[in-house]
């Protein structure tokens, strides 16, 4: 099938049927993230991946009781970092030198680019920063998971601060920004299951200028 048939294939999962999905499909999922572009590569977020019962009991409530945090065969918690230290940029170069076989003070500019940005903004503008990078990997994960015909839910309706709790985030310099439940749709219980799929003209969405 194509991207746009996939597209039209998926939708906001609202109930899931707590079928397992099988680890090859979830695998391709995490490589499709992990491939993900983000801006100079840094990819400054950590996804958690959450197949325990016990602890999607706890995370149930912070996320206001909605059913699929549970009935999902896996749960995957986007978290951005909440700085950018001059320590994770230094273990970036060394992974850019190890990869591409160079010497890591060939990589000076590259890294000033870098510094230079994250000195240019605030302590929030960072965290922000990161959250939107974070973002583009959450969009290409929806879009795998489509591809695969696995089911995927955009999830922001948590309390972030309860959900850093019960994860101990803030511990690990990270911040949770979005939840992508992964499973298969109860057609029986979803109402939106043969809903048609509404969205806005192209004349009303894009201006050619």
């Known amino acids: ?33 992990r491939l993900a572009p983000t ?10 991946v959450i197949e325990s019962e016990e602890l999607r009991k706890k995370i149930q409530p912070v996320a206001y009781n909605q059913p699929q945090i549970f009935e999902a065969s896996h749960l ?6 909440t700085d950018v230290t001059e320590q994770q940029i230094d273990a970036y170069m060394a992974d850019v030198a190890q990869e591409r ?28 920063w990161a959250a939107r990078q974070a973002y583009i990997a959450f969009g290409i994960g929806l879009a795998a998971a489509a591809e695969q015909k696995v089911d995927a839910t955009p999830m922001e309706g948590f309390d972030p601060v309860g959900l850093d709790e019960v994860l101990g985030l803030k511990e690990k310099g990270l911040h949770a920004v979005t939840i992508m439940p992964l499973g298969y749709r109860d057609e029986a219980n979803d109402q939106l299951a043969h809903a048609k799929k509404v969205r806005r003209a192209k004349e009303q969405l894009f201006i050619q200028l």
Do not use: C, H
């Not at 995957?76 to 970092?81: I, K, M, R, T, Y």
């Not at 003070?105 to 000033?112: D, E, H, V, Y």
């Open 1 to 33: 099938m194509s991207l746009i048939e996939d597209l039209n294939w998926r939708y906001a999962t609202k109930r899931m049927n707590g079928q397992k999905v099988p680890q090859e499909k979830v695998d391709y999922i995490l490589n499709a993230i």
């Open 39 to 48: 801006s100079f590569g840094l990819q400054p977020f950590t996804v958690l």
């Open 101 to 128: 076989g160079i010497d890591v003070a060939n990589l000076a500019g590259f890294k000033n680019s870098i510094a230079g940005m994250a000195e240019r903004l605030t302590p929030e503008q960072r965290s922000n």
């Open 76 to 81: 995957l918690v986007f978290a951005a970092w």
